[in-house]
């Protein structure tokens, strides 16, 4: 068969639909980046917003239109929280439960085809990440979260937590390895959490993959900025684990925190990103906000915004409060009139553009000496028969260049220049590679 996978919304679902490339591909069928060639449509849906709920139900109407003859498979939180009448009135043929996505492949290749493997298949799975024209793997490591921020529906779409071993986690990063992959990135739920209902945590896991896999590069996707053990920033001092964390922080203000139920306060966030910063001088923190959320006074915006100011977060993900129905925020008192929120939101938007030039420019300076060693991802061709190239350094930095070769998939030593449009721009030695 030929698999066309696309996703809404987190890296967690990017995640699975790599472990799904691959074992479609393992399995014989062939991954297609066209959704008009496919035999077969595979959506990985998100229902974190009510925007991402419109999204889910629009990827999955346009894909119909694109390819009426294919059978439509869904997946995700949107078809986990959805009505099995409201799925229904959108012609899906299969339904794949969140608690089910381990085996979407084999349910579906049962579904329509003869579920054994064919003598043809030959293709190792991890060429199923350059068919897609990534080079970078996000690895699945836990799914599902015991805590109940009262803003978030993902908890009760994702259900409790479940870590896979370690042992098959090394072995699917070591396979990677192998196959030409640089870097991964550790993703779930609750990144933070992992391990917990296996007697280990997340330091145990990368100290295993450091020492276990060749793998040359390992980020971390979002983590919650608490359950990190004592040990855990230790970690960074090997530097195949990349000095860059995504911390959602959401408010500035304690009061709005202890609203939304998170565990962390600002003195606490403060602490670890100091711990963080002085253990890696160009350490990269950035995070997650949400703007106007019920009850948030002007006062407590001032709070926030002053205390964001003072972090220098290299990047801000910016959200306006959105009612999610089904969540206990949903439900709380004195909402933040819409105009409002996007009068904060612009304002935010502003403050956070003003922190990742300054964030820029520190990395330009800490690089006077020294080339960063850049992964490049992809690449454009230009009329004049050069590649326009992007890349991201160890600290999570983008950085453009242009080049004679096509440098995709290699990292490779970077003199930064400048900075054009909030984006690096850097020189490539061609002589050195890793």
Not at 29 to 50: F, G, H, P, W
Not at 238 to 251: A, D, G, I, K, T
Not at 325 to 342: D, F, H, I, Q, S
Not at 399 to 419: E, R
């Amino acid at each position: 068969m030929r698999i066309h996978l696309s996703a809404l919304g987190c890296r967690l679902n990017e995640a699975e639909l790599e472990q799904w490339a691959g074992a479609f591909s393992a399995a014989g069928d062939q991954i297609t980046a066209s959704a008009e060639d496919a035999d077969v449509l595979v959506l990985n849906t998100c229902a974190v917003t009510k925007e991402a709920v419109r999204k889910s139900r629009q990827r999955v109407q346009r894909l119909q239109r694109t390819n009426p003859e294919a059978k439509m498979v869904v997946s995700g939180c949107y078809s986990s929280l959805e009505s099995p009448e409201a799925l229904a009135e959108l012609g899906i043929d299969l339904v794949v439960a969140n608690t089910d996505k381990d085996n979407l492949v084999p349910l579906t290749r049962a579904e329509f085809q003869q579920p054994t493997m064919p003598q043809s298949a030959t293709v190792p799975a991890e060429t199923a990440l350059f068919q897609r024209n990534r080079h970078r793997a996000f690895i699945k490591i836990q799914d599902g979260c015991r805590y109940r921020c009262t803003f978030c529906i993902v908890t009760v779409a994702r259900g409790a937590e479940r870590s896979r071993s370690i042992e098959s986690l090394v072995e699917e990063v070591q396979a990677l390895s192998e196959s030409g992959v640089h870097e991964i990135v550790l993703t779930g739920v609750h990144v933070g959490g992992y391990g917990s209902d296996l007697d280990t945590n997340l330091h145990n896991l990368v100290t295993a993959l450091v020492s276990d896999t060749d793998i040359a590069r390992i980020r971390f996707a979002s983590v919650e900025p608490w359950d990190l053990s004592p040990d855990f920033f230790t970690l960074f001092n090997n530097p195949r684990v990349l000095p860059h964390m995504h911390l959602p922080l959401q408010s500035g203000s304690d009061t709005v925190l202890r609203r939304m139920a998170r565990r962390c306060k600002t003195g606490d966030f403060r602490e670890l990103t100091e711990r963080l910063r002085a253990q890696v001088p160009d350490f990269n923190i950035t995070s997650d906000i949400i703007v106007g959320f019920p009850g948030e006074t002007e006062a407590e915006w001032h709070e926030s915004i002053e205390f964001i100011d003072s972090m220098d977060f290299g990047h801000l993900h910016i959200f306006s409060y959105s009612e999610r129905e089904g969540t206990k925020a949903a439900t709380l008192p004195n909402p933040v009139p819409k105009p409002l929120r996007a009068k904060r939101s612009k304002a935010l938007h502003a403050l956070a553009s003003n922190q990742k030039h300054r964030v820029l420019n520190k990395m330009l300076e800490l690089a006077k000496d020294q080339s960063p060693l850049v992964l490049w991802e992809r690449g454009e061709e230009q009329p004049d028969g050069q590649f326009k190239h992007w890349g991201y350094t160890p600290n999570y930095l983008k950085v453009c260049t242009t080049s004679k070769q096509d440098l995709a998939n290699q990292v490779l030593p970077t003199q930064l220049t400048g900075i054009e449009d909030g984006v690096l721009t850097g020189s490539v030695d061609h002589n050195n590679s890793n």
